[in-house]
């Protein structure tokens, strides 16, 4: 099937920035939309960004736009997801996903089928 595999974690300060990576191998193609979710001490993993597999769309949560920015590179099959501006609040493990039901920019957690192991991401102030 579908592997993801996250890096580019880290420690970073408050204001600084990071660049996650989400390499996807196996039957990976241009059916399918791309995520990141992450998942807080003691909180419910939520919604972070979105990219239609064409790249022709993207989603943001609230909390991240104008901040995060998700990108693709369909030729290696990896998505990115550069955070500026970091906020202690934006500490979690931040987790890859893929889609073969909806090749469109969603939030729904209900809509991805794959998932990463996760990144640590930790903000400190």
């Known amino acids: 099937q579908v592997q993801l595999v996250e890096s580019g974690g880290g420690l970073v300060q408050a204001g600084g920035s990071l660049r996650l990576s989400c390499a996807a191998s196996?039957?990976?193609?241009?059916?399918?939309?791309m995520g990141w979710f992450r998942q807080g001490p003691e909180k419910e993993r939520e919604f972070v960004a979105a990219i239609s597999w064409s790249g022709e769309s993207t989603h943001y949560a609230d909390s991240v736009k104008g901040r995060f920015t998700i990108s693709r590179d369909n030729a290696k099959n990896t998505v990115y997801l550069q955070m500026n501006s970091l906020k202690p609040g934006d500490t979690a493990v931040y987790y890859c996903?893929?889609?073969?039901?909806?090749?469109?920019?969603?939030?729904?957690?209900?809509?991805?089928?794959?998932w990463g192991q996760g990144t640590q991401v930790t903000v400190s102030s």
């Open positions: 196996g039957r990976t193609g241009s059916a399918y939309a």
């Open positions: 996903t893929s889609s073969i039901t909806t090749g469109r920019a969603v939030g729904a957690m209900s809509a991805y089928d794959y």
